[in-house]
């Protein structure tokens, strides 16, 4: 079965293959069919037969859903995270470029007369990372899915955010600890006045952080809104308060700090008594561009389970070897806003 109709249905897109053409709202009718076809079901199956042949139909899906899983991470985490599929019989391993050039840039010394100079070698260094089993449960049965009651898209949706959700809290868990493993420690993180302030002294802080940030790329700035929802430009004669005023009129914050980009981090609940956040919001993180500090691996297949429960109802489990860990900790700043609270 081509995994091409499975992808588009799961991300509900229109599909257009040679004759075949489906728009949004037939491809899940149209992927439906053709995983009944490659399980030679009929239209009117049996429940029997479509237990028969449950295995057979999630190994399809989890193929399509390893395909893209890795994309998807990415588009979220992309701007500071390096996301990485991995065979599972393969190890572990990032190439941390960057570590070398940085430090033959820091140690090219003045040449002498005959044009010699000493440099350090460019070197790389290789970061390990271990993986761990992270299960999502999946509310679907197969007969809902080829009774129509729920689509592709809505079983993919689960699935992603299930792993969006235990991935993206680790890779905030990583940055906010800046445990270096590399071997360097966090821009300032031995100096209290600079990474603990309050919202009004936010702007100070990064003052003090963004000239070395700058050293290893151009500077964003992420944050909740809580966190930032005072950073101001100082006024001048160009009046960019008013710049200021309009920013924060429109989504909350300002846009642009002294030049650096500010992006506001999306935070979510994770729970249903509306009190755990996916991350914490006084967490203020200062990144270079082009330096993914944090590695997410993803190994091996997908692999969904069936769970039949002791008071005999049943759910689906997705199961993924995941591994999230903090390459190089000497690239970027955290600053934590002590007073940034969600009431």
Same mark, same amino acid.
């Not at 940055?175 to 071997?183: D, E, H, M, S, Y």
């Given at each position: 079965?081509?995994?091409?109709? +499975?992808?588009?249905?799961?991300?509900?897109?229109?599909?257009?293959?040679?004759?075949?053409?489906?728009?949004?709202?037939?491809?899940?009718?149209?992927?439906?069919?053709?995983?009944?076809?490659?399980?030679?079901?009929?239209?009117?199956?049996?429940?029997?037969?479509?237990?028969?042949?449950?295995?057979?139909?999630? @190994?399809?899906?989890?193929?399509?859903?390893?395909?893209?899983?890795?994309?998807?991470?990415?588009?979220?985490?992309?701007?500071?995270?390096?996301?990485?599929?991995?065979?599972?019989?393969?190890?572990?391993?990032?190439?941390?470029?960057?570590?070398?050039?940085?430090?033959?840039?820091?140690?090219?010394?003045?040449?002498?007369?005959?044009?010699?100079?000493?440099?350090?070698?460019?070197?790389?260094?290789?970061?390990?990372?271990?993986?761990?089993?992270?299960?999502?449960?999946?509310?679907?049965?197969?007969?809902?899915?080829?009774?129509?009651?729920?689509?592709?898209?809505? +079983?993919?949706?689960?699935?992603?955010?299930?792993?969006?959700?235990?991935?993206?809290?680790?890779?905030?868990?990583? +940055?906010?600890?800046?445990?270096?493993?590399?071997?360097?420690?966090?821009?300032?993180?031995?100096?209290?006045?600079?990474?603990?302030?309050?919202?009004?002294?936010?702007?100070?802080?990064?003052?003090?952080?963004?000239?070395?940030?700058?050293?290893?790329?151009? %500077?964003?700035?992420?944050?909740?809104?809580?966190?930032?929802?005072?950073?101001?430009?100082?006024?001048?004669?160009?009046? %960019?308060?008013?710049?200021?005023?309009?920013?924060?009129?429109?989504?909350?914050?300002?846009?642009?700090?002294?030049?650096?980009?500010?992006?506001?981090? %999306?935070?979510? +609940?994770?729970?249903?008594?509306?009190?755990?956040?996916?991350?914490?919001?006084?967490?203020?993180?200062?990144?270079?561009?082009?330096?993914?500090?944090?590695?997410?691996?993803?190994?091996?297949?997908?692999?969904?389970?069936?769970?039949?429960?002791?008071?005999?109802?049943?759910?689906?489990?997705?199961?993924?070897?995941?591994?999230?860990?903090? @390459?190089?900790?000497?690239?970027?700043?955290?600053?934590?806003?002590?007073?940034?609270?969600?009431?």
């Amino acid at each position: 079965m081509d995994n091409r109709l +499975l992808i588009a249905a799961f991300e509900n897109k229109p599909y257009v293959e040679g004759e075949l053409n489906f728009s949004a709202e037939d491809v899940n009718t149209a992927a439906i069919n053709a995983i009944k076809k490659e399980l030679n079901l009929a239209d009117n199956a049996s429940v029997r037969d479509i237990r028969a042949v449950e295995n057979e139909a999630f @190994a399809l899906i989890e193929e399509a859903v390893d395909e893209i899983l890795p994309k998807k991470l990415d588009a979220v985490l992309g701007q500071f995270a390096e996301v990485k599929s991995f065979p599972r019989d393969a190890e572990v391993v990032f190439n941390i470029e960057k570590v070398g050039k940085n430090r033959a840039k820091l140690t090219i010394s003045k040449g002498a007369r005959g044009g010699i100079y000493r440099a350090a070698r460019l070197d790389n260094k290789y970061f390990g990372l271990s993986t761990g089993v992270q299960t999502v449960a999946v509310y679907c049965t197969l007969e809902e899915l080829l009774l129509g009651t729920m689509s592709l898209g809505e +079983l993919f949706a689960n699935i992603q955010e299930g792993f969006e959700e235990i991935v993206y809290k680790e890779v905030f868990e990583a +940055l906010a600890a800046g445990t270096p493993v590399a071997g360097y420690p966090r821009i300032k993180g031995d100096d209290a006045s600079i990474v603990s302030t309050t919202k009004a002294g936010l702007g100070a802080s990064l003052d003090k952080v963004l000239p070395y940030v700058k050293q290893y790329g151009v %500077p964003t700035v992420f944050g909740s809104a809580v966190a930032m929802d005072l950073l101001a430009n100082p006024g001048d004669a160009y009046h %960019p308060e008013l710049e200021d005023s309009k920013d924060r009129r429109q989504i909350g914050i300002i846009r642009i700090y002294k030049g650096v980009r500010i992006v506001e981090l %999306p935070n979510y +609940l994770i729970d249903n008594s509306n009190s755990a956040w996916a991350y914490d919001p006084r967490y203020v993180f200062v990144m270079p561009s082009g330096v993914k500090p944090v590695k997410v691996a993803l190994k091996g297949e997908m692999y969904i389970q069936k769970n039949v429960q002791a008071v005999g109802s049943e759910k689906w489990e997705a199961h993924k070897l995941i591994g999230v860990g903090l @390459a190089m900790a000497n690239n970027f700043a955290v600053i934590t806003v002590t007073d940034a609270i969600i009431a």
